[in-house]
């Protein structure tokens, strides 16, 4: 199987930064989009962020301009440079990608997320 595993969440002030980092671990053949959502308390997991395998990138509307998604194809690695940081961008964000992996000397599609990093912004 493929693991996603997040992290550089925290606590920081408001108007502060914080850069995520999500590693793709396994054999992986390819990742087609990887993505990062995030979930509040009491509300539904919604998409932050998401970017193809070519660069091309998706953002909901409260997150432009204040965050940036980017990726290492060669790490299989995705990042989330935030900015500005508001307390309403508290919550655990999770990473989420789709590709291919080898598995029993086959290629395999895997559709994983990550457990979860938290980011609370309070001052």
């Known amino acids: 199987q493929v693991q996603l595993v997040e992290s550089g969440g925290g606590l920081v002030q408001p108007g502060g930064s914080l850069r995520l980092s999500c590693a793709a671990s396994?054999?992986?053949?390819?990742?087609?989009?990887m993505g990062w959502y995030r979930q509040a308390p009491g509300k539904q997991r919604e998409l932050v962020a998401a970017?193809?395998?070519?660069?091309?990138?998706n953002y909901a509307d409260s997150e432009k301009g204040r965050f940036t998604i980017s990726r290492d194809n060669a790490k299989n690695t995705v990042y989330l440079q935030m900015n500005d940081l508001k307390p309403e961008d508290t919550a655990v964000y999770y990473c989420?990608?789709?590709?291919?992996?080898?598995?029993?000397?086959?290629?395999?599609?895997?559709?994983?997320w990550g457990r979860g990093t938290q980011v609370t912004v309070s001052s």
């Open positions: 396994g054999i992986v053949i390819s990742i087609n989009v």
């Open positions: 970017i193809t395998s070519g660069g091309n990138t």
């Open positions: 989420k990608a789709n590709g291919t992996f080898w598995r029993s000397y086959s290629a395999q599609a895997f559709n994983s």
